[in-house]
């Protein structure tokens, strides 16, 4: 069976001939693969920087964002049926006894750091034609989200992202919800980055209410900046836009969802949070040179602003629920812009220019259904 993958100490991005997988347990679920949406992480997974295959294995099956469609169930499967289209769950629980929330099944916090990851970290992925998992790492897919279901996985993180927001913004007093209004109305939210995390990210939030901002480095016209502007996002560029000259366009900047991955603008717009305003994290820079932040200054304004940073990564189950929910939602509001982040589907045998080139575009989907 076709897969493609990462033989790490042979430095090599091939497709590799995998076992035909098989049910070996009652509530497990055979899927037949339809499309897997490439990211960042595949890319620096096929530079070799990290990655690692299963135990006693010499190659890592790639692949984490992945539609499916059911084509066996075990004996003891009780929602799914053959047929069902699904979105698989990435992380798999560390099982140790001192991980409270593996024990619970948000290992999405795992303590250990000790979690399984597929088609990261000691497990396949999924960019196969067939991958076997336990039915409580699926998520069910209505058929009308056939051809956007692959961006589920990447639209987690705003999902996990903006539910811990609206936790810790209880803190605020007045903060409560309100019947017939969206909670971010009123609010101004930041977008950094206009790539598949940020503009997913920017329609989740125009969705919860706020006004929101996509800040990122191409001056428009483009393909992105024509996306954002469809949801009614403003779409601004840093490279014609000052930090300073933004917080002064918008004034309050209640929210920054940082989508980039990019140290240095993170930093910069973090100066200018406003007010009892929230940053939250979500990408991870790649290795490289330190840069110089105005470490007191920010800590003066985190105390004196009530301000709140944090960082998220992964995503539960709730999460893959509401971002396969709000897919449906983008769908009905913004068809077009929806179909335009995904930039291309292709064969698998096209594995290379897409994974250790430079394709370009928003997403790029490998698709097995062919």
Known sequence: MRAIGVRPEEKQVAIIDHDHPEITAPTQVKVQSLDVGICGTDREICTFVYGAPPEGADYLVLGHESLGKVVEVGTDVKELEVGDLVVPSVRRPCYEDTCRPCAIDRQDFCQTENFVERGIKRDHGYMTEFWVEYEKHLNLVPAELRDYAVLAEPLTIAEKAVDQVWQIQKRLPWQNEEPGKKPGEGLNAVVLGAGPIGILGAMKLVVEGFKTYVYT?????????EIVEA??????????????????????????????????VSFDVLMHLGLNGIFCFTGIPAPGDKIDIPGNDLMRNVVLKNQIIIGTVNADKSAFQNAITDLGEFKQRWPDALDGIISGRHLPDNFEELLVGKPGGIKHVISFDN
Do not use: C, M
């Open 231 to 264: 949801i009614g996002a403003e779409y601004i560029s840093n490279t014609q836009v000052s930090t300073e000259e933004l917080a002064k366009h918008i004034g309050s900047i209640d929210l920054v969802y940082e989508g980039l991955g990019v140290a240095k």
């Open 217 to 225: 480095r191409s001056p428009a016209p483009n393909p992105k900046s």
